[in-house]
């Protein structure tokens, strides 16, 4: 294969020959690029304003659009959808309803029909599961609150003379209390007194929860990205002393042999929103876990404009450690989410230091979560509704979402814009991710931290059996130089080259941000 490649880059044909495997529809779920899509603001097809079902499956085929020999879409081959339950509030990470979908987005069949257009297209679907905590609404948390003794122990309930052992009806986590007064009664809420937690040490609980992700598997999804996943434990809940990170590991593990038992393909992903330290605990139970110490560390190199906390080395000893500890886990790089400020940011609204993260993660081992928009260089800050603003469609387009305003983004480039536009982000990103399809080591290579003394430099190499891959970055602001002869290799041929760095005799020339990707025979 390699002898193939290297004869095929004399020729400067190999772009073309190599796109086999990209968007394979046989591609297993924990395999890819996904999506992660606040339905809310992606794309409205009934002219309501807001977002829903049938405006995604009308959009499918931006994202992706099944046909694995052309390139014109995004070409991820997943996607998560932020909650889609009944829920009171705008986001719906608090459900009334475990087992329907909220007639904001559409009916349950609008659901199906979603499930059977992305299959067709090799895309995976994810749904947010959010089983830490209901809506204060929901019927089982009412019943509870008019004394239903059943109901009121699906939640955490507790009174002055009740609370015994580690309960403290004055705890505060985050700054507010998690103890919520109601008469007599205290409830036990992590996130606010709108969400009240569920009691996992409560059997019915477990059996619903079980239920719920068999109800949702049987529809056909893919997966669960798992909402709060270390809080379903939580600081000052219980009275017993328990060790919380074990106690939330060993109900995830019923968990997965539960889903696994039902679609043996089944993902779990996971926010452990926690240092690379404690979301190694948890690598026995879940198939993806969002990588956030990473995501911090890239956006601090980048701002700083030097690798002086080597990045490659933390990443080095991250995935050595999981080697040792899971034979499951897949990392996800991300660079922002929805609880996050939009990339570009967080990186002083620096179009080509954002080109250039995107470069950086999307090179990276695991299964990289692209956020909505963030492949326009949409921007945003919080409060929260400003960092899940409407896609850009374009106003002339019909699908554009108006739940809320578009404040940072009245004068961000629309779809048509930028595909009209060979200097776009969008089509960064499209040529990014069609990269990772094209170069085996990319997409499934292993991690080699490159060995460079110049802290302007993030170095590092992906390799399979036949196929190996040097990318290098400079992350600074002045230009450098890496000499390829350090890899004792006989020869590298540059496949990628971003912001004008060049491959001349053996030697990479990399101009202030700029980044090469190179195979090495
Ligand atoms: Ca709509």
Same mark, same amino acid.
């Given at each position: 294969?390699?002898?193939?490649?290297?004869?095929?880059?004399?020729?400067?044909?190999?772009?073309?020959?190599?796109?086999?495997?990209?968007?394979?529809?046989?591609?297993?779920?924990?395999?890819?690029?996904?999506?992660?899509?606040?339905?809310?603001?992606?794309?409205?097809?009934?002219?309501?304003?807001?977002?829903?079902?049938?405006?995604?499956?009308?959009?499918?085929?931006?994202?992706?659009?099944?046909?694995?020999?052309?390139?014109?879409?995004?070409?991820?081959?997943?996607?998560?959808?932020?909650?889609?339950?009944?829920?009171?509030?705008?986001?719906?990470?608090?459900?009334?309803?475990?087992?329907?979908?909220?007639?904001?987005?559409?009916?349950?069949?609008?659901?199906?029909?979603?499930?059977?257009?992305?299959?067709?297209?090799?895309?995976?679907?994810?749904?947010?599961?959010?089983?830490?905590?209901?809506?204060?609404?929901?019927?089982?948390?009412?019943?509870?609150?008019?004394?239903?003794?059943?109901?009121?122990?699906?939640?955490?309930?507790?009174?002055?003379?009740?609370?015994?052992?580690?309960?403290?009806?004055?705890?505060?986590?985050?700054?507010?209390?998690?103890?919520?007064?109601?008469?007599?009664?205290?409830?036990?809420?992590?996130?606010?007194?709108?969400?009240?937690?569920? &009691? /996992?040490?409560?059997?019915?609980?477990?059996?619903? +929860? #079980?239920?719920?992700?068999?109800?949702?598997? $049987? !529809?056909?999804?893919?997966?669960?990205?798992?909402?709060?996943?270390?809080?379903?434990?939580?600081?000052?809940?219980?009275?017993?002393?328990?060790?919380?990170?074990?106690?939330?590991?060993?109900?995830?593990?019923?968990?997965?042999?539960?889903?696994?038992?039902?679609?043996?393909?089944?993902?779990?992903?996971?926010?452990?929103?926690?240092?690379?330290?404690?979301?190694?605990?948890?690598?026995?139970?879940?198939?993806?876990?969002? &990588? /956030?110490?990473?995501?911090?560390?890239?956006?601090? +190199? #980048?701002?700083?404009?030097?690798?002086?906390? $080597? !990045?490659?080395?933390?990443?080095?000893?991250?995935?050595?450690?999981?080697?040792?500890?899971?034979?499951?886990?897949?990392?996800?790089?991300?660079?922002?989410?929805?609880?996050?400020?939009?990339?570009?940011?967080?990186?002083?609204?620096?179009?080509?230091?954002?080109?250039?993260?995107?470069?950086?993660?999307?090179?990276?081992?695991?299964?990289?979560?692209?956020?909505?928009?963030?492949?326009?260089?949409?921007?945003?800050?919080?409060?929260?509704?400003?960092?899940?603003?409407?896609?850009?469609?374009?106003?002339?387009?019909?699908?554009?979402?108006?739940?809320?305003?578009?404040?940072?983004?009245?004068?961000?480039?629309?779809?048509?814009?930028?595909?009209?536009?060979?200097?776009?982000?969008?089509?960064?990103?499209?040529?990014?991710?069609?990269?990772?399809?094209?170069?085996?080591?990319?997409?499934?290579?292993?991690?080699?931290?490159?060995?460079?003394?110049?802290?302007?430099?993030?170095?590092?190499?992906?390799?399979?059996?036949?196929?190996?891959?040097?990318?290098?970055?400079?992350?600074?602001?002045?230009?450098?130089?890496?000499?390829?002869?350090?890899?004792?290799?006989?020869?590298?041929?540059?496949?990628?080259?971003?912001?004008?760095?060049?491959?001349?005799?053996?030697?990479?020339?990399?101009?202030?941000?700029?980044?090469?990707?190179?195979?090495?025979?």
């Amino acid at each position: 294969m390699k002898r193939i490649i290297a004869i095929l880059l004399a020729m400067g044909m190999v772009l073309i020959t190599l796109t086999g495997c990209t968007k394979d529809p046989e591609r297993l779920p924990k395999e890819g690029v996904y999506y992660e899509i606040f339905v809310r603001a992606f794309a409205d097809s009934d002219g309501d304003g807001i977002g829903d079902f049938r405006g995604i499956i009308d959009k499918l085929d931006y994202l992706n659009d099944g046909d694995p020999e052309t390139t014109d879409d995004l070409g991820v081959t997943g996607i998560w959808l932020m909650p889609i339950m009944p829920a009171p509030s705008y986001h719906k990470y608090d459900t009334t309803d475990y087992y329907n979908v909220d007639d904001e987005y559409g009916s349950l069949d609008d659901f199906k029909d979603l499930l059977k257009e992305c299959h067709k297209r090799g895309i995976s679907v994810v749904i947010d599961l959010v089983i830490n905590h209901t809506s204060i609404q929901h019927p089982w948390f009412v019943d509870a609150l008019a004394g239903d003794p059943t109901y009121r122990d699906y939640y955490n309930f507790t009174t002055e003379a009740e609370a015994t052992g580690e309960i403290d009806l004055n705890a505060t986590v985050w700054g507010h209390n998690v103890w919520n007064k109601v008469g007599d009664d205290y409830y036990y809420a992590i996130f606010y007194d709108q969400q009240p937690d569920l &009691n /996992f040490e409560n059997e019915a609980v477990r059996q619903e +929860m #079980l239920d719920v992700a068999s109800f949702w598997l $049987d !529809l056909g999804v893919d997966g669960f990205r798992l909402d709060a996943a270390k809080h379903l434990y939580g600081d000052y809940e219980y009275a017993e002393d328990f060790n919380l990170t074990e106690k939330n590991v060993e109900w995830w593990e019923i968990f997965r042999a539960h889903v696994l038992s039902e679609n043996e393909n089944a993902v779990l992903v996971a926010e452990v929103w926690a240092s690379s330290e404690e979301v190694q605990k948890y690598v026995s139970v879940f198939d993806v876990m969002f &990588n /956030f110490d990473v995501a911090e560390d890239l956006i601090q +190199m #980048l701002v700083a404009g030097n690798n002086e906390s $080597d !990045l490659a080395n933390e990443l080095h000893y991250f995935y050595k450690a999981l080697e040792n500890t899971s034979d499951i886990y897949v990392d996800a790089p991300f660079l922002s989410n929805h609880d996050q400020n939009r990339i570009i940011n967080s990186l002083s609204l620096d179009k080509e230091a954002n080109k250039q993260a995107a470069v950086i993660y999307l090179t990276f081992p695991g299964v990289p979560f692209v956020y909505y928009g963030e492949e326009l260089g949409m921007k945003g800050t919080k409060p929260d509704q400003y960092i899940r603003q409407p896609f850009l469609w374009g106003e002339a387009d019909g699908y554009e979402t108006t739940w809320v305003d578009k404040r940072y983004n009245k004068t961000t480039p629309t779809v048509d814009e930028q595909l009209a536009d060979e200097t776009s982000m969008l089509l960064h990103y499209r040529e990014l991710i069609q990269l990772r399809y094209q170069y085996e080591a990319l997409l499934s290579g292993d991690f080699e931290a490159g060995r460079t003394d110049n802290n302007q430099l993030l170095a590092y190499k992906r390799n399979t059996e036949d196929q190996s891959v040097l990318v290098v970055h400079n992350v600074s602001y002045q230009d450098t130089i890496y000499a390829t002869d350090s890899l004792g290799s006989d020869s590298v041929s540059l496949i990628y080259s971003y912001n004008g760095a060049e491959l001349v005799n053996g030697e990479l020339s990399l101009p202030a941000n700029s980044s090469a990707i190179v195979i090495v025979d």
